[in-house]
C-alpha cells in the first residue's frame, strides 16, 4: 500500500501519533485506571501503526529533501 498525503500532513501525523504513544506510556503508569490491559492493547497498536508511519515517512522523505528527518519529528 503506498501512503499518498501532503509532506505537511505527513510530518503532523507522525508527531501527532507519537505524542499519542508517550501520552498512553504515562497514561499506563498512573494510578488512573485499574485494568491496563486494553490500554496496553491500545499501546501496541498505536506503537506498530508508528512502526508502519516510520517506514513509510522515510521513503518519502527520500524523495522529499525539504522534510524534516525523521528523528527530529519523534523526539
Do not use: G
Not at 15 to 44: P, W
Amino acid at each position: 500500500m503506498k501512503l499518498e498525503i501532503s509532506e505537511q500532513y505527513l510530518m503532523l501525523l507522525t508527531s501527532a501519533l507519537n505524542d499519542a504513544i508517550k501520552y498512553n506510556e504515562k497514561f499506563l503508569h498512573s494510578e488512573t485506571i485499574r485494568d491496563v490491559s486494553d490500554y496496553e492493547e491500545h499501546l501496541v497498536c498505536l506503537e506498530n501503526c508508528q512502526a508502519w508511519l516510520e517506514d513509510e515517512y522515510k521513503k518519502i522523505a527520500k524523495d522529499n529533501p525539504q522534510m524534516l528527518p525523521y528523528e527530529k519529528v519523534v523526539r
